[in-house]
C-alpha cells in the first residue's frame, strides 16, 4: 500500500510530499517530491550585480540564511584573489558558529517532537531563544542578518556585545549538559532512536551524505577544517559517530553545539583589532567556494563579467540528505511513526532544496523553460 | 444561549495551520519560536497542528509557486467554516525579493483566497506575528460563526 504524506501534513514543517510503501505497518520504501518552493533564485540572481546577488542567496534558505552569504562573499574575495581583514574572518565565524548553534537546536527539537517527546522540545526551544538574542544583539535581526559583505562584514562588534554573547554562550553551556543527558540515558527516548533509520558508511559515501547526517555514520568530514580561518587560527577537531542511527544524528549534533561554544569562547578572546571591511576589485572570472553549513556542505560557483553575475549554481546539502534518507534510512523502518521520525532526524530544510537543472540524455544542460512549465 | 456558548469556546481554542506557499522558511522558524516558553503560543489557546481539516486560522507565509496556484485554494476549501487567513512576512503580500523578472513566484496570496490581516517584516518578529493573530482571530473566528449560523 502507498501512504502519501503531505505536503501539509502535521509531522512537516515545509511542503514535501513523502510516499511509503507500507506492508502492514513496516515501511518498505519512500519516494519524495520536491517542487513545492521553487521559486527560480538563480534565474533571478543572472545578470545582477553582486549586492543585488547576496541579498537573495540570503533567502535561499532562512535556518541557515547566514552560512550563505558568506560563501558568496567569499565566492567573489577567492574569484579576486583576496581575503577579508582578519577581524572580518573573526566575525564571520562568531555569526556562524551562533547561527550552526540555533540550527542545531531547532533541528533536534524537531526532531523530539517527531517522537512525541514534548519536554525535550520545549527545553531545546528553550535554549535556542538566548542564542537568537546573541544573534540579534551582534547583527540586528534574528533571521535574514544582512551581515555579510564582498570584502568583510557590515557592522563593528563593541566589547559590551561580546561580553553579553559570552554571558549567554557560559549560560547556555552551564544548562545544555542536563538536557543532553535527558536524551543519552533516557529509556523512553533511547528505545525510539537506537537502531532506527541506519546507514552504514559505504551507503552514506553512496548516497554523498553531508554534515551531521554523514559523520554521524562514520564519515570523517568536515569543511570547516580545510577553511582558512579555521586552519590557521582556531582549534577544531572533526566530530563523528560510528552508530549511523537516529540517535548518532542528534548526538552528533549536541556534540557540535559543544564544539562551537568552544570556537565563540576562542573568537571573543582572540578577536584581532583592525579593519572590518575592506575595497575589493573584482574582476572577470569564474570561480567556486566550499563553506559547512549547519546541514552540511553548500558549494557556490560564481561566473562574472567583473560587475554583473553572468551564471551562477548553488548546490545545498539538504537534497543529498533527505535522498540518503529516502534511499538507505527507509528500508528497515518498523513502523511509519518511526519513518516520520527518521525523516526528521536528516534534518530537511525543503527551501534549500528547490533548484531544476535539465540534463538532456545527449550530456547537454539546457535551462528550464518558465512559460512551459510542465504541469505536476 | 448557544450562540454564546459557541463564541467561548471558539475564542479559547483556536487551532493553528502554517502553509509554507515558496518562501525561505524564514517565517516558518519563527512560527516554531512562537511554541518555545518565552512566547509560550498555548497559554492563548493557540494550537499550531498544521491540520488544514481542523483549522481555524491559517498563517499563509511565502509567495505563491507554480505548485501552489491551484492546491492552495483546494487546500483553503478543506478548511471547515469558520477560518481567517493571516499572511506573514512580504512574500505573500508582494512576493518580496523573489517578484522579480525571471521568477516562477505568483504573488500576491489574495489573488488566490481572501486574507483577513497581513504582517510584514521578512521576517517579522515572533510577537509580531503573536499580535496579529490575537488582534483578529478570537472575535472574528466568533463573529463569522455566528453569520453562518
Known sequence: MILPIGPIHPSLKEPLRLKLKTQGEKVLSAEIDYGYVHRGIERIMKGKTWQKGIYLSERVCGICSYIHTQTFAETFE????????????????LTNELDRIQSHLLANSTYFKAIEHETLFMYMLYLREPVMDAIELLTGNRVNMGWNVVGGVRMDVKQTHMDSIMKIMLKLESEFERYVE??????????????????????????????????????????????H?????????????KEGDNFARNMNRFDEITQSINLIKQVIEDLPEGDIRKKIDIPAGYGDWRNEAPRGEVTYTVETNGNLIKNISIRTPSIMNIDACAKYMFNDVATVSDAVATYASVDPCIACTERVVIVDESGKTREFDYPNYPKI | MLDALKDVIRKSSIHVCLINTGGCNGCDIEVVALLSPRYDLEQYGIYVHNNPREADVILVAGAVTEQWREK????????????????????????DVFNQEGSSVYAPVSDYIPVDAEVSGCPPRPSEILAAILSIGPNAIAARGRQKL
Open chain 2, 72 to 95: 492552495l485554494q483546494r487546500i483553503y476549501a478543506k478548511v471547515p467554516e469558520p477560518k481567517i487567513v493571516v499572511a506573514i512576512g512580504n512574500c505573500p503580500l508582494s512576493g
Open chain 1, 78 to 93: 577567492s574569484i579576486a584573489g583576496e581575503r577579508a581583514p582578519l577581524r572580518a574572518q573573526y566575525l564571520r565565524v
Open chain 1, 182 to 227: 535527558m536524551f543519552e540515558k533516557g529509556p523512553l527516548v533511547g528505545l525510539r532512536s537506537h537502531d532506527v533509520g541506519k546507514m552504514t558508511r559505504d551507503e552514506a559515501i553512496k548516497a554523498r551524505a553531508v554534515g551531521p547526517i554523514g559523520r554521524a555514520s562514520g564519515l570523517e568530514h568536515d569543511l570547516r577544517e580545510n577553511h
Open chain 1, 229 to 241: 580561518t579555521y586552519k590557521d587560527h582556531l582549534d577544531l577537531k572533526v566530530i563523528w559517530r
